[in-house]
């Protein structure tokens, strides 16, 4: 059975930073590309970044290129978002997914 459980979300000012993770089990981790969407209270859900099975290819939304970083840790089944400069549009829900599965979620509020 396919597991992604997130953590590290919170609430920070703007300007703030925070990193997240998702701790996957129940697949091979390091044969799957993996992705980050958010979901913002009353929206749909919006695709963030995507990262290669590799780790070395990853691509990002316009909305935080430049802000947010994705990376893996393929030896210990877990997938990162660090998120720097963060802004009250960044409010949401965070998941991670494999294909069309996806976690729970973590919390992410920026405000002052």
């Known amino acids: 059975e396919v597991q992604l459980v997130e953590s590290g979300g919170g609430l920070v000012q703007p300007g703030g930073s925070l990193k997240l993770s998702c701790a996957a089990s129940?697949?091979?981790?390091?044969?799957?590309?993996m992705k980050w969407y958010r979901q913002a209270p009353g929206k749909g859900l919006e695709w963030v970044s995507t990262i290669d099975k590799h780790g070395l290819i990853t691509l990002y939304s316009p909305s935080v290129k430049g802000r947010f970083t994705i990376s893996r840790d393929n030896a210990k089944n877990i997938l990162y978002l660090q998120m720097y400069s963060l802004k009250p549009e960044d409010t949401a829900m965070y998941h991670c997914t494999k294909e069309a599965e996806r976690g729970q979620g973590t919390q992410v509020t920026v405000s002052s």
């Open positions: 129940g697949f091979t981790f390091s044969n799957y590309p």
